[in-house]
């Protein structure tokens, strides 16, 4: 096990751009407000979505589509650095009409209805994504 103990410096409260990609709306604000470490919750809806399975075998993304409306149940995720840029790894679920639930890694390709969010910013706090030769991922080196 690794950790660190965190100091939270700032919390946004907000809401993303209708019909704007979900993904790039939240690289955009965490760059934008140079966000180097924190954690993401977003609530709304979509207008169509795209998110990832990683297939623990082969290492690699099988992604999955919905060309539907749905809601978002629930997306969380954290922000640390990849490569020496702000990252955010986000995990999405979502419901459709009829109420059967479907979820992964937020991939781009998710369209907006409305989302609403809050970012909670850790300041200096960072970590850094690195390889990690067991999982075939990159995470953070602790």
């Known amino acids: 096990m690794g950790y660190i ?22 690289n955009t604000f965490i760059t934008s407000e140079n966000i180097r470490s924190g954690e993401i919750r977003i609530i709304g809806a979509v207008k169509k979505a795209r998110f ?15 060309n539907e409306h749905m809601e978002i149940l629930s997306a969380i995720g954290n922000i640390s650095l990849k490569n020496g ?30 989302a609403e969010f809050v970012i909670v910013d850790y300041g200096e706090n960072s970590l850094e994504r690195v390889d990690d030769e067991f999982t075939g991922l990159q995470l953070w080196n602790l």
């Open 52 to 66: 990832g399975y990683f297939n623990q075998s082969t290492k690699e993304y099988k992604f999955i589509e919905k």
């Open 85 to 114: 840029k702000p990252f955010p790894h986000v995990h999405i679920t979502l419901a459709d009409k009829d109420g059967n639930v479907f979820g992964g890694h937020l991939m781009e390709g998710t369209k907006i209805f409305a």
């Open 5 to 26: 103990n965190i100091d939270v410096k700032r919390r946004f409260m907000g809401r993303f751009k209708y019909d704007n990609d979900l993904l790039q709306e939240i």
